[in-house]
């Protein structure tokens, strides 16, 4: 048979913009040479044959083994997870490159589904690990350090142990698990696939919605126009997919006895829901002193009575219409990661060199940016879509971050590196905040710092208020869900509740803005996500404050901090920084440094 071609196209097709250097494209061969590779063919059989054998020696077992006994099985159960860890990031990262080849989309489905039924068998050990008494838990890690080291992760899995249902229904529900997939991909391949023009020129969604941060007005506004009017013609889909998955999420929520929408994602988050509320709380109780005054400030700028949907992105006037090309974007975050410290650009450099990035926009290519881990035993994927606008450069900054955070999490191993997504948007965020001061620093002229002061704000502003506002939106949505089922207008209204509020007096709302939260992919793929992007940044401009007032030893912290990957706690995580995430008050002191980033921009007024 032969091998599935991997199209090849031009980096600046159907973009609009211009050279942007040679950009770099994923190599998946340190995952497998082929979607025919031998080495995939041995992988699946491996993982079939070890589900098989790991529930043959431990199913109705569990509770009577001795330390080293369990810690065999979770070494056994890592290098499981391992294995089909492996062959799903190829799968998924491979479509992701073309999600409207009907091929990858196959080639997905067909092992999405093959390794959920392989891995099926396994849904005993954390059900039975959850049924077995805290003191013997305890005796256990007390007989046996190196078991003891896996406590944060089983008291992870323990935390659901108040909404588990019955072994048999556990198995139902996770072979049903692909149906959810399914909808998810039907998602992404609507969005990829969608068509818009605009000027006579062709663009696909990343292109479009670049134009919103073109210095042409008239051009903005008519990529608004265009994305509303697409967006329009296909909102049914998008509709269906909402309502598909809230009803899912409502009937899985019911069946386990969750109190509300949002448990689950605490749960998985290690994160209390009343650390979650004051960070809401906070957020926008701070609206009027972060988004609306920095948007009226803005609005200002621009000259304008009323700014507009297009314009909450739109460069300032004084701002040069620049395209960075992909040398300079990678010597700036590299320059600025090596300045906090040289060990961070060293870890960062193989992303540039080895094939570790995908930065070009092409046809088909799935939107947005993303840092995927893999697994422990291979390294992260980074995925851009790369523009070349300053913007981009700081997206290049965040993933490469998630990237770095990857990296050093890995010693951990399969159950412990993963980090909570609260603390996931650690490194990412810091990352932005040391590409940031670096360009700050070296400023030519107290216009050039304006502009990347009021341009850092805007990121800040998205971050926080912006997501957060996304989390109000979720929350109502899957409330209102719980009602019966929603029309298009129905999600629209409640799209638009959020955004004045969000916004501010600044802002007029064109007709068509309704319908845009429908391409916002963490509302399908991770409800309730959207929420780490504000506790992530909170948590940074907090830590970045601790760096200013005492560098002194803060690196050696900071590493150790992403080492442990989510083998720790939040509050054992923050506090050597001398933090704390719990306290109401740590919120306002995050929030506070965007404050004082436009209370120089109004200084700059006078």
């Known amino acids: 048979m032969l091998r599935t071609p991997t199209p090849v196209f031009d980096a600046n097709a159907k973009t609009g913009t211009k050279d942007l250097g040679d950009l770099p494209e994923w190599d998946l061969t340190d995952l497998y040479a082929s979607d025919e590779a031998a080495e995939l063919k041995r992988d699946l059989d491996w993982l079939e044959a070890a589900c098989k054998s790991f529930a043959a020696d431990y199913e109705g077992k569990l509770g009577d083994l001795t330390a080293e006994q369990f810690l065999e099985a979770i070494h056994r159960h890592e290098k499981i997870e391992n294995i089909g860890g492996r062959i799903m990031s190829y799968a998924g990262l491979r479509y992701y490159q073309l999600t409207t080849d009907a091929q990858r989309a196959k080639f997905l489905s067909d092992h999405q589904e093959k390794v959920t039924i392989y891995t099926t068998p396994l849904v005993f050990f954390t059900l039975e690990l959850n049924r077995i008494e805290d003191a013997k838990i305890d005796a256990l890690f007390e007989a046996n350090a190196d078991l003891a080291r896996y406590k944060p992760a089983i008291r992870r899995i323990r935390a659901m142990k108040p909404y588990q249902l019955s072994d048999e229904m556990e198995k139902f529900l996770h072979d049903l698990g692909v149906v959810g997939d399914a909808w998810e991909r039907l998602f992404d391949e609507t969005i990829a696939g969608l068509e818009f023009e605009v000027d006579g020129e062709p663009l696909n969604i990343e292109g479009t919605l670049n134009l919103l941060t073109e210095q042409d007005r008239a051009k903005r506004e008519a990529a608004a126009k265009e994305l509303a009017a697409v967006f329009a013609e296909n909102i049914k889909i998008f509709a269906r997919v909402h309502n598909t998955q809230a009803k899912e999420k409502e009937i899985m929520d019911r069946w386990r006895g969750m109190p509300t929408a949002q448990t689950g994602r605490h749960l998985s988050n290690d994160v209390e829901p009343e650390v979650v509320e004051a960070l809401r709380d906070a957020v926008v109780a701070a609206y009027p002193k972060l988004s609306h005054r920095y948007y009226e400030l803005k609005r200002k700028w621009l000259g304008l009575d009323k700014m507009q949907v297009w314009d909450r992105n739109a460069p300032l006037p004084m701002e040069a ?52 881990p893999t697994v422990t035993t291979v390294h992260p994927y980074v995925m851009l ?77 998205n971050t926080v208020v912006r997501q957060i506002a996304f989390y109000d939106f979720e929350c109502k949505l899957h409330a209102a869900r719980r009602g019966g089922e929603l029309t298009p207008d129905d999600i629209n209204t409640l799209w638009m509740s959020v955004q004045a509020e969000s916004l501010g007096p600044a802002f007029e709302f064109m007709d068509g803005y309704e319908t845009f939260w429908a391409y916002i992919p963490h509302f399908v793929h991770s409800p309730f996500y959207v929420y780490a992007y504000a506790f992530g940044d909170g948590l940074v401009n907090a830590l970045y404050a601790v760096y200013e007032e005492n560098p002194e030893g803060f690196q050696d912290k900071y590493f150790d901090m992403l080492k442990a990957g989510g083998s720790k706690h939040h509050k054992d995580l923050l506090a050597p920084f001398g933090l704390d995430a719990s306290d109401p008050k740590f919120w306002d002191k995050g929030l506070s440094m965007i404050s004082v980033f436009i209370d120089e921009l109004e200084a700059m007024e006078d």
């Open 321 to 372: 219409t620049r395209i960075v090309n992909w040398d300079e974007a990678t010597e700036t975050v590299m320059n600025a990661y090596n300045a906090f410290d040289p060990r961070m650009s060293e870890i960062a450099k193989p992303f540039f060199t080895d094939g570790w990035i995908d930065a070009a926009v092409k046809p088909g290519k799935a939107p947005g940016a993303f840092a995927h």
């Open 385 to 461: 879509n790369y523009l070349g606008k300053p913007r981009d450069v700081m997206t290049l900054a965040h993933e490469l971050g998630h990237g770095v955070h990857q990296v050093l999490a890995a010693d951990q191993g399969e159950m412990l590196a993963s980090t909570p997504l609260t603390l996931a948007e650690t490194a990412s965020v810091f990352g932005e905040m040391l590409t940031f001061r670096r360009m700050l620093d070296n400023a030519k002229d107290d216009a050039e710092k304006k502009v990347l002061l009021a341009s850092k704000v805007e990121d800040m502003i």
